[in-house]
């Protein structure tokens, strides 16, 4: 593993040198906004890797709220009537610029979703390998981060191709795949530094950044715990009460991944998309007999939990569905939070560690 030094006097003149060979995405403020999101920057345009966190996290670099999958015809005398065909997309090399940890992280675990031994999902498993991504690590993170009790965490490596540390007049960059690698060259950042001494300092920054965060969830019973006596909970009413069913904590959610297809046709052509959606509409279980399984929003609410800390954690045996991040935290209007909701589900009915007396 190599680690660069990168002045920041060279910073904005390297991310334009790699434009030759990538596109560019990064956290930028846009009209008006907060810091929304992740968006393609345009010529001259540089990521702001000063700010806080994005509202919005950055799921829809390889998962966009709306894709398209096919455009069809139903014109008879077209050679491709009824034929659904996916229109040619730009999966040329992205660079993901100032990807936060947990949200690189986050997306190895839609990965688990969208790239299966049994199902390949084209337009995330191609858009996902087009992006190499440079993530920024976090010196203060937020009061509602909770990312050190869920495997990831401020420094965290999973899912990045390089780790950027902020040094103040420089960068430290920690070089972790090829695709890093490949990314680092095409900036013209090559100059080498201390190893030991790198490596030291990003230590000493990373327990300082861990040592801010102040909240973290216990899940390790839930996965003793039967599906069936936490389906049945006493307490699901209680946190589902205030919900209102927006759905921004699902929105928000860099591990959220649910989506809904939907045909748009005018006249005789048409247009197939693939819509982010929310297990917090009552519209996103409803089958076509007009019955709906989740028919109220405890139902919905406890869904949405069950699967993120019980389902995934029964599946894959590696951890909740959930990098810690706090977004559903800080967006949720009515204060619903899934630290208590973890909590109370650690708790729930027998610990599975007491001695049988
Ligand atoms: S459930 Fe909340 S805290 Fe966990 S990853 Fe999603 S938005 Fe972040
Ligand atoms: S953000 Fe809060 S109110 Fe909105 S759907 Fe999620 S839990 Fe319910």
Not at 37 to 44: C, I
Not at 279 to 297: A, D, E, I, V, W
Not at 304 to 331: A, E, Q, T
Request: net charge positive.
């Amino acid at each position: 593993m190599e680690m660069i030094k990168i002045d920041k006097k060279d910073w904005n003149k390297g991310l334009d040198r790699s434009r030759k060979t990538y596109r560019l995405v990064g956290p930028v403020k846009r009209a008006g906004e907060d810091l929304a999101g992740f968006y393609e920057l345009a010529d001259k345009e540089h990521p702001d890797m000063g700010a806080a966190d994005t509202v919005l996290s950055a799921k829809s670099v390889v998962y966009p709220q709306t894709e398209v999958m096919f455009r069809y015809t139903t014109d008879k005398n077209s050679p491709d009537c009824n034929r659904l065909k996916r229109p040619a997309a730009d999966y040329s090399p992205r660079a993901v610029i100032g990807i936060r940890p947990y949200d690189a992280a986050a997306i190895l675990m839609l990965k688990k979703n969208f790239d299966t031994p049994d199902y390949r999902d084209p337009y995330w498993c191609d858009a996902y390998e087009a992006c190499t991504f440079v993530g920024l690590a976090v010196d203060a993170p937020s009061s509602t981060d909770f990312s050190t009790s869920t495997g990831s965490g401020p420094f965290s490596e999973k899912g990045l191709d390089v780790l950027l540390v902020d040094m103040a007049g420089h960068y430290l960059a920690k070089v972790l795949t090829d695709k890093g690698a490949a990314y680092m060259k095409a900036a013209g950042w090559q100059r080498a530094a201390d190893a030991k001494a790198a490596a030291q300092q990003i230590e000493k920054k990373k327990k300082a950044a861990e040592a801010l965060i102040v909240s973290s969830v216990s899940f390790d019973k839930i996965a003793r715990k039967s599906i069936l006596d936490l389906y049945k909970a006493d307490f699901w009413d209680d946190v589902a009460f205030s919900c209102i069913n927006c759905g921004t904590c699902t929105y928000v959610c860099p591990t959220c991944w649910c989506f809904d297809i939907q045909d748009e046709s005018k006249g005789k052509t048409g247009v197939r998309y693939k819509n982010w959606d929310s297990c917090m509409y009552p519209l996103f279980s409803l089958h076509g007999s007009g019955h709906n399984p989740r028919g109220t929003k405890t139902m919905r609410a406890r869904q949405r939990f069950m699967h993120k800390l019980k389902y995934f954690l029964d599946k894959y045996d590696d951890g909740i569905m959930c990098v810690g991040c706090g977004r559903c935290v800080r967006s949720c209007p009515v204060n619903i939070d899934i630290r208590r909701v973890c909590e109370l589900m650690n708790r729930y009915g027998p610990d599975p560690d007491a001695c049988a007396v």
